[in-house]
């Protein structure tokens, strides 16, 4: 049995890592994002409280988040490990973890970080973009069109469009909380002896493959 963490910048694949590691290894993957929509179905306290916050858009404080995690790892028997993606995002959520795995005596293994470059990311998730005639994707660094302004598959003339929430203001925002309140979280681990690093640029499958060295 181990416990994982992934750790990363939005855009770094965790949630992809995640949850194909789940699937192949039997992890129980626990995303604070899959959390929040789930409590916020169930007629429970706490998921009016998260119901209530994401209505008004603000943002869940980390006793919510910690709550919700504490209800899945204590109801959540017979598993191979918890893999965490997207969650501790601050060093008060990070204790949390610490405390609650204890409680159960079960250990934190590994906290894998995916680092990236931060242009490259910005770069990656900024430039896609695709044909409104037939869907095929493009991205304006590593795959243009063979014709500027046709796509290669249906012969569409400017048919191309971007995708609204990959602006780079969005993104931005996304990076500078990641930077301000869930970096810090790379020392914490590190000092922690926790702490282990894959390269977050590869492909699915090289990621996929570097993380699976580590943990299995
Ligand atoms: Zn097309």
Do not use: W
């Not at 204790?95 to 934190?108: H, P, R, T």
């Amino acid at each position: 049995m181990k416990n994982i963490i992934l750790l990363g910048p939005p855009g770094a694949g965790k949630g992809t890592q995640a949850r194909s590691l789940s699937d192949k290894y039997g992890f129980v993957q626990l995303s604070t994002g899959d959390m929040l929509r789930e409590a916020k179905k169930d007629k429970s306290k706490l998921g009016l409280k998260v119901s209530n916050i994401m209505a008004k858009g603000e943002l869940v404080t980390d006793e919510i988040v910690i709550d919700l995690i504490k209800k899945k790892i204590i109801n959540t028997t017979n598993n191979k490990g918890f893999i965490f993606d997207g969650f501790p995002r601050t060093l008060a959520q990070a204790d949390a973890l610490g405390n609650l795995l204890n409680k159960v005596n079960q250990v934190l293994d590994y906290v894998i970080e995916m680092y990236v470059d931060d242009d490259k990311l910005v770069q990656r998730i900024t430039g896609r973009f695709s044909c409104s005639s037939c869907g095929e994707l493009y991205h304006k660094i590593t795959k243009i069109p063979k014709k500027t302004g046709i796509c290669d598959v249906c012969g569409s003339i400017d048919k191309f469009k971007f995708r609204q929430d990959d602006n780079e203001d969005s993104l931005k925002t996304r990076l500078l909380a990641y930077y301000r309140d869930t970096s810090p979280l790379i020392g914490y681990y590190y000092a922690l002896k926790k702490l282990k690093k894959v390269n977050g640029l590869g492909s699915i499958n090289e990621i996929q493959d570097a993380i699976r060295n580590i943990i299995i």
